[in-house]
């Protein structure tokens, strides 16, 4: 989510503000891991959307039509975009990047969309900025289902939640660091480096 190029790691590195950084901390995560934890909780958000709309409509639960899974389909792909798009919004307001340094993409050897940036940000940032989504999307999408029990929109507030699994899997391990170490690694968010001054330690961050 930070950075991807031994370029951008060289200019951080040489820049006044941050020369004096050291590495301090390593996280490296395993994609197996990663879906070994999203995965299943994915399946079982969506049993409990679905468990919680046939509880809200025992008496006439209406289920979809070709049609209206073509709509359901598309406001998947439109979720997903969104999710990216406010990754990209966070780093804008606590990371204070331009919209020029943002970049997205998607991660050609597992199949990931990611929104990046070359600009350092702190870990408190980082974590913000990968929690975001699930509360701006997760939220209003669940609220929706308990006023207006539909179908397809449970199906809508799980995948919407379900799709920031991973990013949750990232922000738990992320936990315990300071949260003012600077954040390093590629997009995937796979391998995670962290800076900090010489004399701060890498134990229980500070509440933000």
Known sequence: MVWSSAVAKRDFMQNGEHSSLKKVAEIRLSMFK???FAIPTSMLIFIFYLVTYFLLMPRDPKLLSRFEMLGVAFIFVAIVFSHELLHAL????WGKVSRSD????????????YTHTDVPVKLWVYRRVAIFPLIVLGLPWTLVLILIPRYWIALCAAWAVSGSMGDIFIWFKT?????????????DGL??????EENQHSGQAESD
């Open 90 to 93: 966070a780093l804008l307001i």
């Open 102 to 113: 943002i970049k997205f993409g998607v991660n050609k050897k597992h199949r990931i969309p």
């Open 34 to 36: 990663l879906n070994l």
């Open 191 to 196: 391998e995670i480096d962290l800076y900090g």
């Open 175 to 187: 936990c315990g660091y300071s949260k003012e170490f600077i954040v390093q690694g590629p997009p």
